[in-house]
């Protein structure tokens, strides 16, 4: 099993020290989904939701998320993007929501905290805009997908 990099010797949690690192290009791709009933999904997808555009709002909050990452997760390395999307997709079983981020960087250390970071706040705001139509809703299966540097 692989050391804990967060944690020194003596058991107290610390930032990684990354400055003899070299600066790389990453990317990191993380997914995750929110179930929801169908006839929520409907209202999302003809924009019928009494708070507005869901999509776009989530698109921009998780945007927005991974920009801040650094300020939300206390051990996180605040860096700069270069590029970040997230996208949805509507599984054919009309009962659910899969969010995809997408987040760039040319830094000393990764970027899927970003892309994690996306795809949870932009679940979350789905679900928050929903949340009067729906008390079912079901935030699921984060994860990372890939992550890349050159």
Same mark, same amino acid.
């Given at each position: 099993?692989? %050391? /804990? =990099?967060?944690?020194?010797?003596?058991?107290?949690?610390?930032?990684?020290?990354?400055?003899?690192?070299?600066?790389?290009?990453?990317?990191?791709?993380?997914?995750?989904? $929110?179930?929801?009933?169908?006839?929520?999904?409907?209202?999302? +997808?003809?924009? %019928?939701?009494?708070?507005?555009?869901? /999509?776009?709002?989530? !698109?921009?909050?998780? $945007?927005?998320?991974?920009?801040?990452?650094?300020?939300?997760?206390?051990?996180?390395?605040?860096?700069?993007?270069?590029?970040?999307?997230?996208?949805?997709?509507?599984? +054919?079983? !009309?009962? +659910?929501?899969?969010?995809?981020?997408?987040? +760039?960087?040319?830094?000393?250390?990764?970027? @899927?905290? @970003?892309?994690? =970071?996306?795809?949870?706040?932009?679940?979350?705001? $789905?679900?928050?805009?929903?949340?009067?139509?729906?008390?079912?809703?079901?935030?699921?299966?984060?994860?990372?997908?890939? %992550?890349?540097?050159?």
């Amino acid at each position: 099993m692989k %050391k /804990l =990099t967060h944690i020194d010797a003596r058991g107290a949690a610390r930032m990684v020290d990354v400055s003899s690192k070299p600066v790389q290009h990453r990317e990191a791709v993380a997914r995750g989904e $929110i179930r929801l009933q169908k006839a929520t999904l409907a209202l999302v +997808r003809s924009q %019928k939701v009494a708070k507005g555009n869901v /999509l776009a709002t989530a !698109r921009l909050a998780g $945007i927005l998320a991974a920009k801040k990452t650094g300020d939300l997760i206390p051990l996180c390395h605040p860096l700069p993007l270069t590029h970040c999307q997230v996208d949805f997709d509507f599984p +054919r079983t !009309r009962d +659910r929501i899969v969010v995809t981020a997408t987040a +760039r960087t040319a830094a000393q250390t990764g970027v @899927e905290m @970003e892309a994690l =970071t996306a795809v949870s706040v932009a679940a979350l705001t $789905i679900y928050d805009m929903c949340k009067a139509v729906d008390k079912k809703m079901v935030i699921s299966a984060i994860k990372l997908v890939s %992550k890349t540097k050159q």
